[in-house]
């Protein structure tokens, strides 16, 4: 769990260091720049590369590509209701919609399914969540943040994302062999990102500024972590009859808090930051308590 304990302490230092003032008040853009542009290519040309799925993780692959999508669904419905502002329902999207399923995911797959199913989580997060992110993710963030969808635009800022770029060459590199040198530094890089972004969060989170975000709060909390992996269950258990370990772990993964890195790019593009971060950093402690659950449910199947 030693992942888990450095997500917390990244959290509370970033609080720290903003109480303090021993950053600028505007650190977190530089931190934030330095994950989308570097960090996360390094992470996704380190774990892409070299990695061949079976047909058989289709499944299990297709399962954050559905959760983004109901996502847009549902808190496009709701920003009706709702009279949510473009970048709140972006900012929802963005954080609901996304797991973590690599930093969170991971370790608690170790810890409540074992080693043996870990293979499964890293094919969830690099073919599943990290693609959604790279490119309907990143297009979303796009249409949000602006008046009016530029699609030439858009598209153009889709093709030129870092972590899209990244996954492009880490593809088209997979039958030759990283020297030692270079995947020892691309793991050193790519490692960065979930403390990094965690400090980041941190840095802006207030939780005074959660009395006028607290029915979007409660609302992508809902979806993040009860709706969308209930939803994702009837799915493949009683509609599709997938049963097994597999399929376990994969409504295990859609459990998980926000995505970090979905929370970053949501950022960047200026998708309500306090909702932004309040998603991340009350969404990540809030699923230590619900993923025990969704464990103890999902052994029923």
């Known amino acids: ?32 720049g330095f994950i989308i542009n570097l960090a996360l290519p390094a992470l996704v040309l380190a774990q892409i590369h070299g990695l061949h799925p079976a047909l058989g993780m289709v499944w299990p692959v297709i399962m954050p590509w559905l959760m983004f999508l ?111 040198w270079l995947g020892a530094a691309l793991n050193r890089l790519g490692g960065t990102v979930a403390p990094l972004a965690l400090v980041s969060v941190g840095l802006q989170l207030r939780l005074a500024q959660m009395s006028g975000n607290v029915v979007p709060l409660a609302s992508g909390l809902i979806f993040k972590l009860v709706l969308a992996p209930a939803l994702l269950a009837l799915l493949y258990l009683a509609i599709l009859h ?27 593009y200026g998708l309500n930051p306090p909702l932004v971060t309040l998603m991340v950093g009350v969404g990540i402690v809030l699923s230590f308590l619900t993923l025990p659950v969704w464990w103890w449910a999902l052994e029923l199947f």
Request: net charge positive; glycine share 8%.
């Open 1 to 32: 769990m030693s992942n888990i304990v450095l997500l917390i302490v990244c959290l509370a230092a970033g609080i720290l260091l903003r109480v303090t003032r021993q950053l600028p008040d505007n650190a977190h853009v530089s931190l934030n």
């Open 70 to 180: 109901l996502s847009v669904v549902v808190f496009l419905g709701l920003a009706q209701m709702l009279a949510c502002s473009r970048s709140t329902t972006g900012a929802l999207i963005m954080t609901a919609g996304l797991a973590n399923t690599s930093f969170v995911g991971l370790p608690m797959i170790e810890s409540f399914y074992g080693v043996r199913d870990v293979p499964t989580g890293i094919i969830i997060d690099q073919l599943g969540s990290y693609l959604v992110l790279s490119t309907i993710g990143i297009a979303v963030a796009c249409l949000f943040s602006a008046g009016q969808a530029e699609w030439g635009k858009v598209a153009l800022r889709v093709l030129r994302f870092p972590p899209l770029v990244a996954l492009v060459v880490a593809v088209a590199l997979s039958s030759f062999a990283y020297p030692p």
């Open 242 to 268: 997938r049963t097994g370990e597999t399929t376990r772990v994969t409504i295990f993964e859609s459990a998980m808090g926000p995505m970090i890195g979905g929370a970053v790019v949501a950022m960047q």
